[in-house]
C-alpha cells in the first residue's frame, strides 16, 4: 500500500484528490488547520482505506516532523497543498501589510519546502512531490501580488528541488480556479459557482502522480484533456 501525505485535505482540491487516492488503494496522511472539518474527511475517507489525520499548520516545524513521523517508513508521494489567501479582500501591494504578507510566504513558499526537507529521507525512489501553484504565480492580476507571488516562488524552488534531485518527480501543478472557499473569499459578495469543482482538476493530478512525466510545472485541466 503506497502512503501519500497531502496538506490542507479537509475540503476542496486536497480532500477531492484524498478521495481519488483512497480509492485507488493509498495510505493517506492528510492535515489541515480546522480540526472539526479535518476529522470529518477522515472519517469520510476510512471506509475505503487507512487514514491519520494531524490537525494543525504546515508553518509549524513540530507539526510537519509530526506528518513524516505518521508517514513512516516510507513516502511514495507529497503533496503540498494547504495554502493561505492572505487579506481579504484582496490589498494592493502598495497597502498589502508586510506582516500578513510574511505569513503567506511561510505558508506557501517556506513550509512546503520545509516539509520536503523533512521527508527527503523517507521519500521512496521514485517518489513525486506535486506542489499545488496558480496561474498568479505566472500572470500579474491586480490584488494578487502576495498571493501570486509567493506561488511563483514555489515553483522556482520546486524546478531547483527537480533538478537537484533527479531520482525523484518534482511537479508544480496549476489546478485552474475552482469554485472553492479560497477561491470565494478572494472574491467576497461575488457568485463563483461558475467555477468548476476541484474535483474536475483530479484526472491532471493522477497523470502526474501515476504517470511518468518529468520534473517541471504542469496545468491539471490541460493534462485531464490530453490524448491517453
Given at each position: 500500500?503506497?502512503?501519500?501525505?497531502?496538506?490542507?485535505?479537509?475540503?476542496?482540491?486536497?480532500?477531492?484528490?484524498?478521495?481519488?487516492?483512497?480509492?485507488?488503494?493509498?495510505?493517506?496522511?492528510?492535515?489541515?488547520?480546522?480540526?472539526a472539518?479535518?476529522?470529518?474527511?477522515?472519517?469520510?475517507?476510512a471506509?475505503?482505506?487507512?487514514?491519520?489525520?494531524?490537525?494543525?499548520d504546515?508553518?509549524?516545524?513540530?507539526?510537519?516532523?509530526?506528518?513524516?513521523?505518521?508517514?513512516?517508513?516510507?513516502?511514495?508521494?507529497?503533496?503540498?497543498?494547504?495554502?493561505?489567501?492572505?487579506?481579504?479582500?484582496?490589498?494592493?501591494l502598495?497597502?498589502?501589510?508586510?506582516?500578513?504578507?510574511?505569513?503567506?510566504y511561510?505558508?506557501?513558499?517556506?513550509?512546503?519546502?520545509a516539509?520536503?526537507?523533512?521527508?527527503?529521507?523517507?521519500?521512496?525512489?521514485?517518489?513525486?512531490?506535486?506542489?499545488?501553484?496558480?496561474?498568479?504565480?505566472?500572470?500579474a492580476?491586480?490584488?494578487?501580488?502576495?498571493?501570486?507571488?509567493?506561488?511563483?516562488?514555489?515553483?522556482?524552488?520546486?524546478?531547483?528541488?527537480?533538478?537537484?534531485?533527479?531520482?525523484?518527480?518534482?511537479?508544480?501543478?496549476?489546478?485552474?480556479?475552482?469554485?472553492?472557499?479560497?477561491?470565494?473569499?478572494?472574491?467576497?459578495?461575488?457568485?463563483?459557482?461558475?467555477?468548476?469543482?476541484?474535483?474536475?482538476?483530479?484526472?491532471?493530478?493522477?497523470?502526474?502522480?501515476?504517470?511518468?512525466?518529468?520534473?517541471?510545472?504542469?496545468?491539471?485541466?490541460?493534462?485531464?484533456?490530453?490524448?491517453?
Amino acid at each position: 500500500m503506497p502512503t501519500a501525505i497531502v496538506t490542507g485535505a479537509s475540503r476542496g482540491l486536497g480532500l477531492a484528490l484524498a478521495d481519488a487516492l483512497a480509492e485507488r488503494g493509498w495510505r493517506l496522511v492528510i492535515d489541515a488547520r480546522d480540526e472539526a472539518a479535518l476529522e470529518q474527511a477522515a472519517a469520510r475517507l476510512a471506509d475505503r482505506t487507512e487514514v491519520v489525520a494531524l490537525a494543525g499548520d504546515v508553518a509549524d516545524p513540530w507539526h510537519r516532523t509530526a506528518l513524516v513521523e505518521a508517514a513512516a517508513p516510507a513516502i511514495d508521494l507529497l503533496v503540498n497543498n494547504a495554502s493561505s489567501l492572505g487579506p481579504s479582500p484582496l490589498p494592493p501591494l502598495s497597502e498589502y501589510p508586510l506582516d500578513q504578507l510574511e505569513h503567506v510566504y511561510r505558508t506557501n513558499a517556506v513550509a512546503p519546502l520545509a516539509l520536503v526537507q523533512v521527508a527527503l529521507p523517507r521519500l521512496a525512489e521514485g517518489a513525486r512531490i506535486v506542489n499545488v501553484t496558480s496561474d498568479a504565480a505566472v500572470e500579474a492580476y491586480a490584488g494578487w501580488g502576495g498571493y501570486g507571488s509567493s506561488k511563483a516562488a514555489l515553483e522556482q524552488l520546486s524546478a531547483v528541488l527537480g533538478v537537484e534531485h533527479p531520482e525523484l518527480r518534482v511537479y508544480s501543478v496549476d489546478p485552474g480556479d475552482m469554485n472553492t472557499q479560497m477561491q470565494q473569499d478572494a472574491f467576497p459578495g461575488e457568485d463563483v459557482s461558475d467555477r468548476l469543482p476541484p474535483e474536475a482538476s483530479v484526472p491532471g493530478l493522477l497523470a502526474l502522480i501515476e504517470g511518468d512525466l518529468p520534473s517541471g510545472r504542469y496545468m491539471a485541466r490541460v493534462l485531464a484533456e490530453a490524448p491517453a
